[in-house]
């Protein structure tokens, strides 16, 4: 089974106004922890779209227009996206998407590979978050989860980790979601 960590991060929070500006991923195999392949890209807009940005979001990011124009069109991203997935041969019942917050980053994920098209590559529709992980652990263990939060950076606090690097890039929300993860869930046959 394969684990797709994913983060986005955008121009704002209103999928149907904002756009995806980074997105990022590391495909691994859930039982070792091995990486079989991983993605970076940054994701040029229109002068139009970059106007709606939210200014929180990008205080949040750090990202300016400068950066952004540069980078590649969605359409190649989109192909690059779809390259590296044939390879790992994505489908369902075979791979998952893993995510800090999975109904943001699959609305977002989807301005680049529409949904119907997802479905048509038998892509997992299947997006797991890693709260529901972390919440779940701490039942188990009868802590109260609602006490600490569970943002991302408050499952690492609780996990002894590190926060999360600022300004927030999308590589780095993969490995600190990684980090989090292997602490709440661990990779079963991994070192």
């Given at each position: 089974m394969?684990?797709?960590f994913l983060d986005t991060e955008t121009n704002g929070l209103n999928f149907d106004k904002h756009r995806v500006i980074e997105l990022a991923f590391r495909i691994l195999d859930v039982q070792t922890g091995r990486e079989v392949v991983s993605f970076e890209s940054l994701i040029g807009m229109t002068e139009e779209e970059w106007k709606k940005s939210d200014p929180h979001s990008?205080?949040?990011?750090?990202?300016?227009?400068?950066?952004?124009?540069?980078g590649p069109p969605a359409a190649k991203v989109a192909t690059e996206i779809l390259s590296?997935?044939?390879?790992?041969?994505?489908?369902?019942?075979?791979?998952?998407?893993?995510c800090q917050n999975?109904?943001?980053?699959?609305?977002?994920?989807?301005q680049l590979i529409d949904a119907d098209l997802q479905e048509e590559l038998n892509?997992?529709?299947?997006w797991l978050d890693l709260a529901s992980m972390y919440w779940t652990r701490s039942i188990l263990e009868q802590k109260k989860p609602w006490e600490t939060g569970v943002?991302?950076?408050?499952?690492?606090?609780?996990?002894?980790?590190?926060?999360?690097e600022d300004p927030h890039k999308a590589m780095n929300g993969v490995d600190h979601l990684i980090a989090c993860y292997e602490k709440v869930v661990g990779f079963p046959e991994g070192s």
């Open positions: 394969l684990g797709i990008l205080q949040v990011n750090g990202f300016s227009w400068e950066e952004i124009r540069k590296a997935f044939q390879k790992c041969k994505i489908e369902r019942g075979h791979a998952v998407f893993i999975p109904s943001f980053d699959r609305a977002f994920f989807s892509w997992p529709y299947h943002s991302k950076n408050e499952i690492a606090k609780v996990l002894a980790l590190p926060p999360e």
